[in-house]
């Protein structure tokens, strides 16, 4: 069996479009078409930070990989750290310190490479600041989200992980396009992502 584990919140689970099917439906449809043992699992859940997923990392990861064979091939692929990067209620008390964020990070590499040697960060996008200051009682910048992007990207250089940029590859776009809701992607958004992500993926060899 070859299968992906698509951890994250709300951007991977896909809200933004409707249905919800995001860049990991698209993946899904890509990859299970090609093999009967094929499989994509979306790990997404609306509203999570890196403190959340490091909850249940691992009771997701020994769920699906309990029964793997020698030949089976396991690739983890992680989307964390947008609400990280947010502020809760006023514009100066932060959701999580950059500090405690790359302690997440690396926690998250470690436990990750206890299922697979194949695992992938996912970058994170860039907002529309014009419609999250605020966003419902939150609020998004994005010189924040940037930092933040840029703390996954330092452990994965550090930890030997791969690592998909998607903020520098955004930057060249006209993003405010690519989003619904000033923070998930519409379904051009979606397109985007998942174009990115499968052709790393394939150059990364990951995937066929």
Known sequence: MNAILCFGASITFGRGEQPCLGWVGRLKNYFEAKDYYNAVYNLGISGNTSADLLNRFETECKARTKKKRPEDKFVIL???????????????????????????????????????SEIVFVGLTPVDESKTNPYETTFFFNERVEQYNNIIKNSCDKESVLFVNLFEAWKELDHSK???????????????????IKEFLIEKNLIE
Do not use: C, V, W
């Open 78 to 116: 992680i989307g964390i750290g947008t609400n990280d990067s947010r502020f809760i209620d006023t514009p100066d008390n932060p959701q999580t310190t950059p500090e405690d964020f790359k302690t997440n990070i690396l926690k998250l590499i470690e436990l990750a490479k206890k299922y697979s």
């Open 178 to 196: 690519l989003l619904d809701d000033g923070l998930h992607p519409n379904s051009k958004g979606y397109d985007k992502m998942y174009e990115i």
